[in-house]
């Protein structure tokens, strides 16, 4: 039996010695490695966070002592470590284990956001609240990356949690990255702590050392407290964080358990806000990973353990469709630029930055700033294209309202991993913008349905510059074209068979569920329209008309049902005094808990069988309550 088995809980890390610990990591890192490679997850950072895992829970007493961690991808280890080693090889499968923090799971749980940078905000209020508790033997411990740090709550957090005395334990997990090496002052800043306090750490120990041996060593000791004197006056006298009121301790050899305790320890005794600086390396021990420069196997798919190479299926991505168009498009634009919240390759701007050297401009995870410096750069004259994961739009709703169609800016938002995304769970899923951009003036909202409509849809959006523009599609591989039969107004039309019973109005990806549903439809002697509006924020004028002709009206979209599209083409009858009954299909108002994506989709009844089941029911009804006159 290995060590890790005997790891019931927190407390057994604590009777072990440092050779047992570094077995210990050892263990986990071949078992991250072999579990990760069949279920996938992030590989990378879980890697990097070992020891540092180990160390936090030896020093601190979790759950009364709070362990946070920022964005929750990288807390496998804490799992492991807190009882949940046995089903492990259910991480993010339906029904199992899932990918990120679950209170559910463990009371040494507590952010399941994946959203990252909120942990800071959490530690302050919870120091907060275990202050007026009177619970000041309560530490919180917050584990931030270097990449989380760049996000904009966390030096809102940190601008008050310096303003007090309250205990919270800020761990910087600094392994220099997020996908990609973080950008930024913060970045340059950590490094020189990482340079300037690593060396005064040196010199420190010249100082005990050298100074032993007198004759040699004391010469060279003044030379190099020489040198530490001019490179301290080069950087800053102290670091940033101590200039806030923060105490700095580290940096620390992340990957070294005595050290990383011995800071720990320091930090806990110190009973105030404190920063440790603890140095990690992403994929630490694992050589496919270290040697993936792109990302460290920041997040992968089902790989082959021993190569890391990928195992699943190839097939063209939304996000590959849009890379190339962007590029094509780039040629003919000199004023279209990408933004990404440190996430280039996996937004598909990868190869724009490769055409366009200079136009891709990477603002770290902050995409309220990359929404409103999109707003500056639009009022400049040039045509921005922010590229992030649909959910993540969600914290900038306000700059995209106040900031960009306030001020009729030509920023086109490109919405990757819209709709249901299922393994990174329930605030990962694209499911929000549909709604919440419903509200916003002048914004206008595509779909595409495949790989055509998509480069159509995206060169339709950056010839707007006079309001925001939208281009939303799901994650993974690119259905085949699905060809117009015809257009009404705006609006292809993908099926018209038999009489004009049932149109269906269906929304981008959602094509191939509507086509299925009207066979099954047309099987059963209903007629059946099927159209794709393409653009479906503002309501298509063609689609009034067109509803009235016929007996019920069903929208399909990947998105909340509240206040959706399908909301939206009900107002807009309604408005219009047509009074055609309409059914709208889409996601519930409800958190998605983690699984595939054709098993969340099954879970909420967006298959063709259940939208299909329920418009037959409705078509029941209506003929039943209006005759035979109905659905002749
Ligand atoms: C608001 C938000 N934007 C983007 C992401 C996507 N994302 C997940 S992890 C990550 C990088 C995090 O870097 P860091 O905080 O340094 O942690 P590390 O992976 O290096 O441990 C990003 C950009 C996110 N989770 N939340
Ligand atoms: C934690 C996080 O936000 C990202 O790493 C996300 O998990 C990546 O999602 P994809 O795997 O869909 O790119
Ligand atoms: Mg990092």
């Known amino acids: 039996m290995g060590l890790l088995e005997t790891i019931g809980g927190p407390a057994d890390l604590r009777r072990l010695d440092r050779s047992q610990l570094d077995a210990l990591a050892a263990e986990i890192r071949t078992f991250l490695v072999r579990s990760v490679a069949r279920t996938g997850g992030h590989l990378g950072p879980n890697l990097g966070v070992v020891e540092l895992t180990l160390a936090l829970h030896r020093v601190f007493d979790s759950p009364s002592d709070v362990l946070l961690f920022d964005t929750g991808h990288q807390s496998y280890v804490h799992k492991l470590v807190t009882g949940r080693r046995e089903g492990f090889e259910t991480l993010r499968q339906k029904g199992g284990l899932s990918g990120y923090p679950s209170r559910a799971e463990s009371p040494h749980d507590v952010i399941e956001n994946s959203h990252a940078s909120t ?66 002052g913060l970045a340059r800043h950590l490094a020189t702590l990482r340079t300037t306090r690593g060396y005064e750490r040196f010199l420190d120990w010249g100082k005990a050392t050298l100074a032993r041996t007198p004759v040699v060593g004391q ?47 320091q930090a806990k005794a110190f009973g105030g806000p404190v920063i440790v600086h603890a140095i990690t390396r992403k994929g630490n021990g694992y050589q496919p990973a270290e040697s993936f420069e792109a990302d460290l196997f920041h997040a992968v798919g089902v790989i082959d353990p021993e190569t890391g190479e990928p195992l699943a299926s190839s097939g063209t991505s939304w996000t590959s469709v849009f890379a190339d168009e962007m590029v094509t498009i780039g040629a003919s ?40 410096s999109a707003a500056g750069m639009a009022t400049a004259g040039m045509h921005p294209v922010v590229a992030v994961y649909a959910t993540f739009l969600n914290r900038a709703f306000d700059q995209v309202l106040l900031d960009v169609a306030l001020h009729k800016c030509g ?113 059963q002697g209903v007629g059946v329209t099927v159209v794709d509006p393409r653009w479906v924020k503002p309501v298509d004028p063609a689609l009034v008309p067109l509803a009235a002709r016929h007996d019920l009206v069903v929208t399909v979209e990947d998105g909340v049902r509240r206040g959706g599209v399908g909301g939206a ?60 006159a109905t659905f002749s």
């Open 119 to 184: 942990s800071l905000s959490y530690a302050d209020g919870m120091a907060k609240a275990f202050q007026l508790q009177g619970r000041s033997d309560r530490r919180v411990v917050a584990v931030i990356g270097d990449g989380a740090l760049t996000g904009g709550m966390a030096w809102e957090a940190i601008n008050n949690i310096a303003a007090g005395d309250r205990p919270v334990v800020i761990v910087v997990n600094d392994n220099e990255r997020s996908y990609a090496p973080t950008i930024g």
């Open 219 to 265: 010469p060279i000791f003044e030379t190099l407290h020489g040198m530490k004197k001019g490179i301290k006056d080069i950087v800053a006298p102290q670091g940033m964080f101590e200039d806030l009121g923060l105490k700095y301790v580290g940096p620390v050899d992340g990957h070294d358990i005595d050290a990383l305790e011995h800071a720990l320890r």
């Open 333 to 372: 634009r000199p004023d279209v630029v990408g933004i990404t919240a440190a996430m280039c390759i996996p937004v598909g701007l990868d190869s724009f930055a490769r055409a366009y050297p200079g136009r891709v401009f990477d603002v770290g995870i902050a995409e309220q700033h990359a929404t409103t």
């Open 411 to 523: 920023v086109t938002f490109v919405l990757d991993r819209a709709g249901v995304t299922g393994d990174d769970g329930a605030s990962h899923n694209g499911m929000w913008d549909l709604s919440i951009l419903q509200v916003v003036p002048g914004l206008r909202l595509a779909a595409p349905r495949d790989a055509e409509t998509l480069r159509q849809e995206l060169r339709e959006a950056v010839a707007v510059d006079d309001a925001p523009t939208v281009v939303r599609f799901p994650k993974g591989k690119v259905p085949a074209a699905i060809p117009a039969v015809g257009t009404v107004g705006g609006c292809d039309v993908l099926r018209r068979e038999g009489d004009e019973d049932v149109l269906i109005v269906s929304v981008g990806a959602m094509a191939g569920l509507c086509l299925e549903v009207a066979d099954r439809l047309t099987a």
């Open 569 to 628: 083409v009900a107002q807009a009858l309604r408005d219009a005094g047509v009074l055609t009954p309409l059914r709208d299909f889409g996601i519930p108002e409800q958190f998605l808990d983690h699984g595939k994506v054709a098993e969340v989709n099954a879970e909420i009844g967006l298959t063709a069988q259940e939208v299909s089941r329920q418009v037959v029911e409705a078509v029941a009804k209506l003929s039943a309550s209006y005759g035979s």
